[in-house]
């Protein structure tokens, strides 16, 4: 190959010109490390090519013919071109994994110093131009644009501090100057939130700079979750609030520092919007998290008497009544038989850190709970892990009730609520008339057994947040 550089060394030059623009086109964008190596084998190649014709790239072609003068000139000043777009595209490659995407600011910006550096270097060695007064009068120009443009430039400049220290990236869920939403991108001038109510705000890079920036995701290894829900304006908050933290209570997959939270979003005369706030880990499923919030939100508020299907004139039922249709076990029932069972049903308050049943007890009665957040503990050697939380509409002491076998988990109070009993008697006469029923029962127990030694054969280090939760969910 050098032999042939050097017996047509200019019309090489030419055709690795013609090849690089060619392969560029051609290679795919995700052959990346291709495209780079393509490049800088081909710059090295023309750089042997125009210097064995005896070109050099700090001097203008030594030829005085006007045809071949001119095509030095091209093609030196092709060299420095090309030496510029190999040494950003090698830039490219070596900031954009450190950096990601909000590192393209940075990036262009140096690409485009580097060409202006090539284009003035190939000014003063090919075409013997005058830099210094060029720069001098490109200098006062640059002035007055730059006074024209302060603002511009401003944020321009902002915007390549923040790439470079990165206070938050995309998809982070910041406050930025007082504005709280989704980074949903970041460009040359500004930054662009996608909040809560789905509006997009554009926040220049130079506020964003000079203010206060709070960011929600910055934690490597937790994640946000917020959820908003409307409730008619004629419910009184506090109702709504206390059954809210009591679902945030109900699911051991948040995190609680920082706390989980509920706060009133927004009003008007019809509904009020409130927003639950909370922390998951980031190896943790938060759509199923979600999922869950929303169901236990939904019984919590059913529970309350807050939801409108539970206070409609026209269908008088009583708490117990709109339980029982929550409640898994019993979805065989018709609804008559459903209103002769929430008559046996009898209520029962608890307190926050009361025992509701212990392990190795026989329950005499089955447990549904009406309101409140329960822990169950399952024993693992000398100590008890929690398993899981449960909620309105699930149920304990399935074991006692249906075998006589003693609870293999301790129930906790997380908060005060409404527990109902049904006596072991009047359940049997249930079981007795409803077969389904039975066997809705021992499929309970037998998947909370096996669920429990599946949990207790897991490292603590290992368990996976929230995984064990649908278990409760079969109650």
Known sequence: MLALIALHPLTIGVGLLLADLACWRLLPAEAKVWRVLLRLGIFIAYSLAIISAGMSPLQPPPWSEPA????????????WLL??????????VLLMPRSGHTGRLLQDVLGALIFLAAIVAAAAYIMQLPVKGLLATSGVVAIVIGLALQNTLGDVFSGIVLNTTKPYRLDDWVSID???????????????????QGSTVVIPNSVAAKTKVLNLNRSTDIQNLRLSISVPAQVRPRLVIDALNRTLQGVRALHQTPKPKVSVKSSDLSAVEYEMSAFVATDCSASEVRNLLFDLAHRNLQASGILRGALLPDVPRSRQRILLDDVKIFRALSAEEKDRLAELLVAQTFNKGQVLLEIGEVSEQLLLIGTGVISASIPNGSEVVEAGRMGPGEVMGEQGVTFDTPSEARFTALSSGVLYRLKKELLQACLEQRSEVGSALAKLQSFRQQAGASLLEQKPVTIRKGKFLSWLQRS
């Open 68 to 79: 071949l003068n001119m095509l030095g000139s091209v093609l030196g000043i092709a060299w």
């Open 83 to 92: 030496c510029a777009r190999t040494l950003t595209v090698v830039l490219g």
């Open 178 to 196: 007082g504005i709280e939403g989704k980074v949903i991108e970041i460009d040359w001038r500004a930054t662009h939130l996608r909040t809560n």
